[in-house]
T-cell receptor
């Protein structure tokens, strides 16, 4: 059983389209995250939710909208996709609300390619 | 704002040789420090973390790291490299007093030469 699972693993789409990535964790954690890893492997946090409440919202374009229907799920919807959105998007979860003392559990990533 | 700098985007060592991956941090408050490993086509996995207990931290797979405040460093070492250690390694930092975020370094790709 995968602890943090993301779907789809690969996504190829045209500029201007809208797409979603889903994430589910079965670890019973309260906090979930979305990270973006660019082509140079640089990893940056986008959002985090604690018990369905948004607690971190980095300076991400508002074309990106996270949604947490329950604490086990955190989905990422992207409107009007741009070339620069091409990246690997990682979902993660942690037991604690504060990730600085805890361990993050990452999914395997969703590789988004915008043509 | 805190940050980490990983010296060397690529490191190659022979199988059985010492592994040394360098990480220097910048933080205005005492930091928490982490090393994560990413195997090909996988997510990141925690190797070890420093959260103000012992300055020498032991992690999984025989890795360890030493927190040196005077050098603002948290270098990752392993006495004897194994082929399975080939991966991307990320150093990360967060502060203790309210900052919720982990800030990652740019990563070091470790290649093991047979």
């Amino acid at each position: 059983d995968t602890a943090v699972s993301q779907t789809p693993k690969y996504l190829v789409t045209q500029m201007g389209n809208d797409k979603s990535i889903k994430c589910e964790q079965n670890l019973g954690h309260d906090t979930m995250y979305w990270y973006k890893q660019d082509s140079k492997k640089f990893l940056k946090i986008m959002f985090s939710y604690n018990n369905k409440e948004l607690i971190i919202n980095e300076t991400v374009p508002n074309r990106f909208s996270p949604k947490s229907p329950d604490k086990a799920h955190l989905n990422l919807h992207i409107n009007s996709l741009e070339l620069g959105d091409s990246a690997v998007y990682f979902c993660a979860s942690s037991q604690e609300a504060r990730p600085n003392t805890g361990e993050l559990f990452f999914g395997e990533g969703s590789r988004l390619t915008v043509l | 704002a805190q940050s980490v700098t990983q010296l060397g985007s690529h490191v190659s060592v022979s199988e059985g040789a010492l592994v040394l991956l360098r990480c220097n941090y910048s933080s205005s408050v005492p930091p928490y420090l982490f090393w994560y490993v990413q195997y090909p086509n996988q997510g990141l996995q925690l190797l070890l973390k420093y959260t103000s207990a012992a300055t020498l931290v032991k992690g999984i797979n025989g890795f360890e790291a030493e927190f040196k405040k005077s050098e603002t460093s948290f270098h990752l070492t392993k006495p004897s490299a194994h082929m399975s250690d080939a991966a991307e390694y990320f150093c990360a930092v967060s502060d203790r007093f309210g900052n919720e975020k982990l800030t990652f370094g740019t990563g070091t790709r470790l290649t093991i030469i047979p």
